[in-house]
């Protein structure tokens, strides 16, 4: 079973558009994080709660907005997206808000793509 | 800076030869060590880490790791590969700075196996 799931799998936007993508754990992890990949390319940090507020926002641009409406889910709400911004949207947990320091937890991901 | 080092972009082997991938730091400290594993369309997995204590980690499916301090290298070793395994696999690097623990990744290996 995956313990960190990610809706939805797929995504198609047009660069007007406002969507969001969810993530959801039950592993009482007290960290979540949003992480972006491009092809052959590790993931990239994005953002990281931790217990439920925002300790790490890696200067992403504000047309990405993320959300922790509590310690098990995380949002990440897109609008005014560019073509660049196409890729794989990684959610993950931890214990702790450290990422260098605990085991992450991913989910599958999200592929997004911005026409 | 701390750089997490993976020399070989992609890797062939056939099915039922041993495996080695590579990775180097560079990192003033003991760092914490892992290696992940993302099949295509995936999120990541943990195969292994290393924290602390003995220096040869075991991991999931049969995968084995090995910190060497002297050489600031973690790599990654597996006795006979199966064709499920071709994947990406990812060496991260937990270095701190300041009060935080980043996670540092490696560019990635692809592993590709021969029937």
């Known amino acids: 079973d995956t313990e960190v799931t990610q809706t939805p799998k797929h995504l198609v936007m047009g660069m007007t558009n406002k969507k969001s993508l969810k993530c959801e754990q039950h592993m009482g992890h007290r960290a979540m994080y949003w992480y972006k990949q491009k092809a052959k390319k590790p993931p990239e940090l994005m953002f990281v709660?931790?217990?439920?507020?925002?300790?790490i926002n890696e200067s992403v641009p504000s047309r990405f907005s993320p959300e922790c409406p509590n310690s098990s889910l995380l949002n990440l709400h897109l609008h005014a997206l560019q073509p660049e911004d196409s890729a794989l949207y990684l959610c993950?947990?931890?214990?702790?808000?450290?990422?260098?320091?605990?085991?992450?937890?991913f989910g599958a991901g999200s592929r997004l793509t911005v026409l | 800076a701390q750089s997490v080092t993976q020399p070989d972009i992609h890797i062939t082997v056939s099915e039922g030869a041993s495996l080695e991938l590579r990775c180097n730091y560079s990192y003033g400290a003991t760092p914490y060590l892992f290696w992940y594993v993302q099949s295509p369309g995936q999120g990541l997995q943990l195969l292994l880490k290393?924290?602390?204590?003995d220096t040869l980690v075991q991991g999931i499916k049969g995968f084995e790791a090995e910190f060497k301090r002297s050489q600031s290298s973690f790599n990654l070793r597996k006795p006979s590969v199966h064709w499920s395994d071709a994947a990406e696999y990812f060496c991260?690097?937990?270095?701190?700075?300041?009060?935080?623990?980043?996670?540092?990744w490696g560019a990635g290996t692809k592993l590709i196996i021969k029937p």
């Open positions: 290393y924290f602390s204590g």
């Open positions: 993950a947990s931890s214990q702790t808000g450290q990422p260098g320091a605990n085991v992450l937890t």
């Open positions: 709660y931790s217990y439920e507020k925002l300790s």
């Open positions: 991260a690097v937990g270095a701190s700075t300041d009060s935080n623990y980043q996670l540092i």
